[in-house]
Nanobody, 123 residues
Framework: QVQLVESGGGLVQAGDSLRLSCAAS????????MGWFRQAPGKEREFVAH????????YYADSVKGRFTISRDNAKNTVYLQMNSLIPEDTAIYYC????????????????WGRGTQVTVSS
């Protein structure tokens, strides 16, 4: 079993940076593929980025590519999302997710979800 707790959200201005953290508890954290997702008001939850369990392969949504960086520190059981050059369109609740095995989490399929952290970007 894995519990995920996000932190690091807040209110910032356009152009600023934030680093989100997702702290995981449980065994074999390094065997989980991890992802970040977000849900803006009036919209469905959407994919932001993921990082795999073994090779640390990363993938990003086009909307954040070049601005966001996902990383993980298995020794700390933590996944990060470094967000640079934030724009108002990034405003959303950000969730981390974990998925065991060979599959990566998606917006509609994951083994574990955090409760989310609010990111608000003002213009």
């Amino acid at each position: 079993q894995v519990q995920l707790v996000e932190s690091g959200g807040g209110l910032v201005q356009a152009g600023d940076s934030l680093r989100l953290s997702c702290a995981a508890s449980g065994r074999s954290f390094s065997n989980y593929n991890m992802g970040w997702f977000r849900q803006a008001p009036g919209k469905e939850r959407e994919f932001v980025a993921h990082i795999t369990r073994s090779t640390d392969t990363t993938y990003y949504a086009d909307s954040v590519k070049g601005r966001f960086t996902i990383s993980r520190d298995n020794a700390k059981n933590t996944v990060y999302l470094q967000m640079n050059s934030l724009i108002p369109e990034d405003t959303a609740i950000y969730y981390c997710a974990a998925r065991w095995g060979v599959r990566v989490p998606t917006a509609v399929s994951a083994d574990y979800w955090g409760r989310g952290t609010q990111v608000t970007v003002s213009s």
